[in-house]
């Protein structure tokens, strides 16, 4: 009877899985949206449970311009003990280096000194490709003097093989950056899925958000100018954009140029729900822009209202429900076991979802298994999924404890002795030795016979 119930239950399950929600596009992972983007990479996660929640061509190379300054500041954060007490100062060479570049810039002068942390602040704040140059400048140096630069490399050329370091041991499969700011160049790309794993682990790293979630920062005098103001360039934290601004993003970087287009890197959290949103490619054309203002922003804005009313967090499993059974060994009367998950299970999912609707697409578990069996005892393994996209893998194990038959035990030992190789040769050796036996006396027996008939035939 259980067996039935089991079948039937996968029988719905497949079923039901037919009228799933349907994936973004094909290829494409995370879930569908009801409006165009304009964006041409774009990828989309929620950061309470690593669900992706929506992407675009996320894995294709694109320009990231100046959202290339999240990885700026994390090499820059992870090489710096101490970022309030050490200082840069901007070089003649280092402002000439952006000359004829169209630089955003913080308006740091040659000659002028600031702490790291100030440096950060005109990097990420107002986007300075001079704060940028100088840091770089800096970190650099110090790796060149630490290593002793067989290579030769200049300062801001070991910075960047740094930053190349660090992408590729965050995992970052498709990235490969040419400069510390962002500026076009053909060797200087990543992707939209990338671009997230970097925005992610920078989210964790000591004041990156303070410094990224400010809508303006002020910059303390320094040896060459008066105290001043920066205005961030992330439209969306400020109230007077209104076809930009949501309320609830917190940062984190903007970028544009001509070949890169429109990009933004943002987070937003909301009614216990967090998000981070990568835009990028928004088409851009100095003078022309196809699109009226800047896509990537509006498409954030949308994508994000799209999630804060599309996705809540759903119990999608409980330990009563058994997801799939064993066959069972040496237990009297009972010859398979039911197995439950492990512990409950959420997920985040539409509203509207069917729960029906989650499949088991997977289940690895043996072939059978022996008592005695303790319940809990993990005994494999299934992934539930919905709509084509894995929510979770989780352990199996046994819904019930089930005691061992030592009659079943011993006749199994037994079979498996009759049954084994050794067992089997040595009775092979037995028949053998029986029919040498039998072939020996069989000759024994002519030849006594022989013997007897000679003197018989003696007597007379």
């Keep these: 009877m259980k067996k039935k119930l089991i079948l039937l239950f996968s029988c719905l399950f497949l079923f039901t899985s037919i009228f799933a929600f349907p994936a973004s596009a094909a290829g494409e992972e995370g879930f569908t949206i009801d409006f165009e983007t304009n964006c041409n990479a774009i990828f989309m996660k929620n950061l309470d449970t690593g669900t992706v929640v929506f992407t675009k061509n996320a894995d294709e190379r694109i320009e990231p311009a100046s959202t290339t300054k999240i990885l700026t500041y994390i090499v820059v954060s992870e090489n710096v003990e101490d970022l309030d007490g050490t200082t840069v100062t901007l070089t003649q060479e280092l402002k000439d280096s952006l000359e004829g570049t169209g630089s955003s810039i913080a308006n740091i002068m040659v000659g002028e000194t600031m702490s790291i942390y100030e440096a950060l602040n005109c990097l990420m704040v107002p986007s300075g490709n001079d ?190 429900k058994p997801l799939a059974e064993v066959n069972l060994n040496l237990a009297w009367e009972k010859d398979t076991l039911l197995l439950v998950p492990e512990k409950d299970v959420t997920a985040l999912l539409p509203n509207d979802v069917d729960l029906n609707s989650i499949v088991v697409s997977e289940v690895e578990k043996p072939e059978s298994v022996n008592a005695p069996i303790t319940k809990g005892e993990i005994l494999g393994k299934a992934t539930l999924s919905y709509a084509n996209h894995e929510l979770a893998t989780i352990n199996l194990v046994a819904s019930e404890d089930v005691q061992r038959s030592d009659l079943l035990y011993y006749w199994e030992g037994a079979k498996n002795i009759i049954s084994s190789p050794w067992f089997l040769g040595i009775c092979g050796l037995f028949v053998l030795l029986f029919i040498i036996y039998l072939i020996i006396a069989t000759i024994y027996n002519r030849r006594d016979r022989r013997k007897r008939k000679v003197k018989k035939y003696r007597k007379f």
């Excluded at 490619?281 to 699109?291: I, M």
Aim: charged share 20%; hydrophobic share 35%.
């Design 131 to 320: 704060a940028a140059v100088i840091l770089a400048d800096y970190v650099g140096g110090r790796k060149n003097q630490e290593t002793g630069n067989p290579e030769k490399l200049s300062n801001i050329d070991r910075f960047v093989q740094m930053m190349n370091d660090k992408a590729a041991e965050l995992g970052c499969t498709g990235t490969h950056f040419a400069n510390p700011d962002g500026l076009h160049d053909e060797n200087h790309y990543t992707t939209a899925r990338d671009m997230g794993i970097m925005a992610e682990y920078a989210m964790d790293l000591p004041r990156f958000m303070d410094i990224v979630s400010q809508t303006y920062h002020i910059v303390p005098a320094t040896n060459m100018q008066e105290e001043r103001r920066l205005d961030t360039t992330n439209l969306m934290m400020l109230p007077g954009y209104p076809d930009y601004y949501y309320q609830y993003v917190t940062g984190i970087k903007t970028g544009w140029h001509d070949q890169a287009g429109d990009c933004i890197v943002t987070t937003a959290k909301a009614e216990g729900y967090a998000y981070l949103c990568v835009a990028m490619g928004s088409p851009h054309v100095a003078g022309q822009d196809p699109v009226p203002d800047n896509g990537a922003m509006i498409d954030s804005k949308a994508l994000y209202r799209w999630a804060f009313r599309t996705f809540t967090l759903k119990s999608i499993v409980d330990m009563e």
